[in-house]
């Protein structure tokens, strides 16, 4: 969404932004999910996260754990820190994230533990990534290649066809977007060539929000993984739930500042243990 940039209006366009950008699935994800617009005009360059957590019939125990974003000053996530104390350690884990002159994302950088997990994108000329490149740093010889996809895009009458190759340019999988009932519903399959396993995933839409996603294995019926969204009148994500082979498994509730309307908690309740995790966001600005 275009975000003009003049002082005086600033505050009224925030009210129709979004703070968090949901449209295929990806906030909380490893992709990046926050409207970089908004980031940029309120000159956010880290929202720190403490995380506490309350088990059921407990009350509310603090840690010395924390979930950092960080963002540069063009507002676009550059790193998702993430740090869990395990008895007297601390294990750290970081996602960076580059970009090129046309803002597209190119490189995800991910480290849970030894060794760093590199994920390298290249596009066309419409923007649609043609190719994925992932590999394992080596501690000494060559990287450890981990993925290698070539797609070429066909367009369809309702859609796109991505024909997808490996290394040694062989066809190995195709993937079919199709977009159905007036842009309210759309589903993907993905075919391996080589084999009968295929996944469907469907999402439906309202109001041009995603509200569900479901994941189907070849022709079962039963979702293997199910995805409920929910918004407020302006339209930010305010719930998620997740569910697999129809069990609940977590439930979001994410909670923005009345007046910035940046992100200000996030409650993730495991529907199992009924463990409540809640993270509490602090906002860090950019000196200038």
């Keep these: 969404m275009k975000y003009l940039l003049l002082l005086f209006l600033i505050i009224p366009s925030l009210s129709f932004s979004q703070f968090l950008i949901n449209k295929e699935g990806q ?8 409207n970089h617009a908004f980031v940029k005009a309120l000159k956010i360059a880290e929202l720190k996260g403490s995380v506490s957590f309350k088990k059921k019939f407990d009350v ?3 840690t010395a754990d ?8 063009l507002g676009y996530l550059i790193q998702i820190e ?3 104390k395990v008895g007297e350690k601390y294990d750290t884990s970081n996602i960076f994230y580059s970009y090129d002159l046309f803002h597209q994302l190119t490189q995800i950088k991910n480290k849970v533990a030894d060794p760093w997990i590199t ?11 043609n190719q994925e490149i992932q590999y394992q740093e080596a501690s000494a010889g060559k990287p450890i290649l981990l993925k290698w996809e070539t797609i070429k895009s066909i367009p369809l009458e309702n859609g796109m066809l991505k024909k997808i190759y490996n290394e040694n340019n062989i066809e190995f999988k195709e ?18 060539t080589l084999g009968f396993e295929q996944v469907k995933k469907k999402q439906f839409f309202t109001n041009n929000r995603l ?8 022709d079962d019926s039963l979702a293997q993984v199910r995805e409920v969204f929910s918004y407020d009148n302006e339209g930010e994500l305010i719930s998620k739930k997740l569910m697999q082979n129809g069990e609940s498994i977590q439930e979001w509730q994410i909670i923005y500042d009345t007046k910035s309307k940046v992100l200000s908690a996030v409650l993730i ?3 199992k243990t009924g463990t409540l995790k809640i993270l509490r966001y602090t906002v860090i600005k950019h000196d200038n």
């Design 211 to 218: 509200v569900e996603r479901s994941i189907f294995i070849n």
């Design 60 to 62: 509310i125990q603090t």
């Design 82 to 84: 993430e740090v869990k």
């Design 27 to 34: 906030a909380f994800t490893q992709v990046p999910f926050f």
């Design 119 to 129: 994920t390298q994108f290249s596009f066309d000329s419409s923007g649609r990534i």
């Design 269 to 271: 309740l495991d529907e």
């Design 66 to 73: 924390w979930l950092n974003y960080h963002f540069d000053t």
């Design 175 to 192: 993937q079919t977007f199709l977009t159905l009932k007036n842009d309210e519903e759309t589903e993907e399959i993905e075919r391996w």
